[in-house]
């Protein structure tokens, strides 16, 4: 069994910056896992197991979580969701992350791996039709149900992107994580502003739900990692990011929350044509190509946003100052626009809360 590893060790072993850029994208991959709905039916599949590289201490965890009659593939699953214990359960230079992220991607296409759309009011509405009562939470069932005929629902994690078209890379990393706490109804006080969030809920009879808690004691026994804390925090968030106040995660909060449809055309459209040519190839593989106004015609709100936050956040900013300045996207003076299902997300490094559009653009 592996021992407790201590700060100068981890230096020492995990301190180059490709190991530990790669083990950054281990943890966002997980992150995005981790709070993804599944139904009681669904099972780790080949492709989301055969990338992981255990290392031999995740291989010994894994083995005690099968002795307590956890599946092979869910077995080796959970030491990716888990990731961490005394050492590393994952291997961050001999797992294929490629080929996890893909088969990441196609589960969230076909909707193996679901996640709620936030952008606007689609399942705020789907929920007041539903559900006349105040609720805190929804059971299984009830968040099947509230999903069912939704798009996919866009966030970002570093600089993976879920939505419609699976997981993409985005050309800049922002912290805007899946979440199953949502806005999703007003209180019957009159004089409350704020959306207050319902809980949604996964499946806990699937199997790789089921086992969470059992690696998770199995871990508790091998005693603290607080070394690990203290070695993520030198380069999961370094201080460049933290006081980087172009980011803007709110920005696109705002953007999902305050624009329609066809101003979310306009905005995508002006940042194909002025962005220099860094969002055509990513983009163009999904079929968006051709005369920008075109290529993003027939795209639908969920669409736009995942397209949107593949973007540079200058880029965004820029494109929405500069429709707003030329009047293609029309506020007269004095409109103030905000999110208001959104309103009180709290997003980015400092969870911020969203930023206005007027009719003189985006403050600065």
Known sequence: MATQLTLNELMTTYGDAATQ???LQL?????????????????????LHTPLALTPYGTTVAEQVRKKAAPFYESRLLCLLELIGRDLLIDPIQTNITALKNEISK?????????????????????????NEERYSLSRVETQELLADTPQGVFQVGKFV?????????????????????????????????????????????????????????????????????FLETFATPASQLLDDTRNEPLLVLAGDAFSDMELRTVLAAILDNDGGKLRPIVSPLGVTGRSEDAV?????AQLLHLLYLATSQDVRQAIDRLVFNGSIHVPTGETRQAVVNKHVLVGPYQGETVLADSQGIPM
């Open 162 to 230: 879920t939505g419609p078209y699976g997981l993409l890379t985005a050309l800049e990393s922002r912290h805007l994580p899946p979440t199953l706490a949502l806005p999703l109804q007003h209180c019957s006080d009159l004089s409350c502003d704020v959306v207050h969030h319902v809980n949604l809920s996964t499946d806990h009879e699937a199997e790789v739900n089921e086992h969470r808690s059992t690696i998770s004691k199995i871990l508790e026994r091998h005693g603290e990692m607080k070394a690990w804390r203290l």
């Open 297 to 301: 015609g027939n795209l639908n709100r």
């Open 27 to 47: 943890m966002n991959l997980r992150t995005i896992l981790a709070d993804c709905i599944i139904d009681k039916s669904y099972r780790v599949s080949e492709g």
């Open 107 to 131: 589960q969230i296409k076909n909707f193996s791996l679901r996640l709620p759309f936030r952008g606007a009011r689609v399942l705020y509405d789907k929920f007041a039709i539903h559900h």
């Open 21 to 23: 850029d790669r083990l």
